[in-house]
Structure formats: structure tokens, C-alpha cells
């Protein structure tokens, strides 16, 4: 079945503790993003990734760092949450580009108290 | 940067048409994208339009008019299970191209008996 897992679904931490959200696709896709949603404000891109080895940033990359070493995961890394980075991360993958459908990962709800 | 403009609610009768519209102002503009997502869930791509007209896809139907930096989303025949929020996106430039995505507020449509 082609999909996008994440995990943790759900997680709480405090403040500066480091964590990494992974997620991986098996849709062999080029094209990774990851997106905090939050009340109000609608989904926002925090980095995106064109293939292995090249990522840049999206609309709200501060506090958050990505990697893209193999090209079915792109974790997500916060080295020092804080409370401002509590969301729900959506991780999406689309072959090529966003000219294609991106398909969701089922989202991790994170809170950093 | 970008802005988008979308309503925030919108609500009709089952079996109608609701058409949801969308402004922007951006530069570096490649297309505008349509998802849809349910409470509790995560986006699901809809449609993309990169050229003036309309495209259609069964009940959906999108359209954009790049001159006047405006789209619309089209609901037909519309069934309870489109309740949901829509969200409208602009791809924009970005590295290597339009690689960027972002998104309105979001409008919440209630389908009604």
C-alpha cells in the first residue's frame, strides 16, 4: 500500500529537549515537505526537500533542522523545542514537485510544555 | 511573501452548489492547488491549476484566472460527507524551481440535509 508514515502520532516533551519526528515514504517519490498546522493560521511549510542530499527552506523554518540521506525519509528535527513549536506536523511526498498530488502522512501532534 | 484570501465558512444544503473562492497576491507564482480535509485528518490533494480555465474532476471542478490572481473551487451535487475544511495553496518559486507551497487559512464548509 502506498503511504506516508510518521511517528510518533503523538508526543509530549519540555522545553529543549531534542527530538526527532521521522517519516518515511515507499512511493519511491522525489519531492518531501513537511507542514505545521495550527489554529487559525493553516498549514505552513517549514522545509521542503527536492531529493536526496537538497532541501531548503520553507515559510517557517526556524527552531527546525531536516536532513534527507535516503530518499524515502525526511526526519524532522527540533534541538531545543519550545512551547511556540506545540502543532500538529504533517509530512507529505509528491513524485517531481508540487505540480503533482503531495499525499499526507497522518500527522504527529506534538506539545512542548 | 505571500497572502491568501479565502472565506472562512461556507454553508449549504445537500444536493446544491457551493463554489469557494480564493485571492492572492504572491510573486514567483507557478499554479494554485485545492485540498480538502476532514476533522481529525490529514489533507487530501484535490486539484492543481497552472493555466486560465477551468479543469474538472467529477463533482470538483477548479479554476484560475492568473491575471486577476483568483481561483475557485466548485462543489457539485454536494454530499454530507463534504463537510470539511478546503484549503487553497499557491506553488511558488523556490530552489530549482516552483517548490514552494503556501496555503490559505482554510474554509470550513457544512453540508446541510
Known amino acids: 500500500e502506498a503511504q506516508v508514515t510518521q511517528n510518533p502520532r503523538y508526543l509530549i516533551t519540555v522545553t529543549g529537549k531534542k527530538l526527532t519526528v521521522t517519516c518515511s515514504q515507499n512511493?519511491?517519490?522525489?519531492?518531501m515537505s513537511w507542514y505545521r498546522q495550527d489554529p487559525g493560521l493553516g498549514l505552513r511549510q517549514i522545509y521542503y526537500?527536492?531529493?536526496?542530499?537538497?532541501?531548503d527552506k520553507g515559510d517557517v523554518p526556524e527552531g527546525y533542522k531536516v536532513s534527507r540521506k535516503e530518499k524515502r525519509n525526511f526526519p524532522l528535527i527540533l534541538e531545543s523545542p519550545s512551547p511556540n513549536q506545540t502543532s500538529l506536523y504533517f509530512c507529505?511526498?509528491?513524485?517531481?514537485?508540487?505540480?503533482?498530488?503531495?499525499?499526507f502522512g497522518p500527522g504527529t501532534r506534538l506539545t512542548v510544555t | 511573501g505571500q497572502s491568501l484570501e479565502q472565506p472562512s465558512e461556507v454553508t449549504a444544503v445537500e444536493g446544491a452548489i457551493v463554489q469557494i473562492n480564493c485571492t492572492y497576491q504572491?510573486?514567483?507564482?507557478?499554479?494554485l492547488s485545492w485540498y480538502q480535509q476532514h476533522d481529525g485528518g490529514a489533507p487530501t490533494f484535490l486539484s492543481y491549476?497552472?493555466?486560465?480555465g477551468l479543469e474538472e474532476t467529477g463533482r470538483f471542478s477548479s479554476f484560475l484566472s492568473r491575471s486577476d490572481s483568483y481561483g475557485y473551487l466548485l462543489l457539485q451535487e454536494l454530499q454530507m460527507k463534504d463537510s470539511a475544511s478546503y484549503f487553497c495553496?499557491?506553488?511558488?518559486?523556490?530552489?530549482?524551481?516552483?517548490?514552494?507551497?503556501?496555503f490559505g487559512t482554510g474554509t470550513q464548509l457544512k453540508v446541510e440535509l
Open positions: 491549476n497552472a493555466l486560465d
Open positions: 512511493m519511491n517519490h522525489e519531492y
Open positions: 495553496a499557491v506553488r511558488v518559486d523556490g530552489t530549482g524551481g516552483g517548490n514552494k507551497l503556501t
Open positions: 507529505a511526498s509528491s513524485r517531481g514537485g508540487l505540480q503533482y498530488e503531495q499525499y
Open positions: 504572491t510573486s514567483g507564482f507557478y499554479g
Open positions: 526537500s527536492m531529493n536526496v542530499e537538497v532541501t
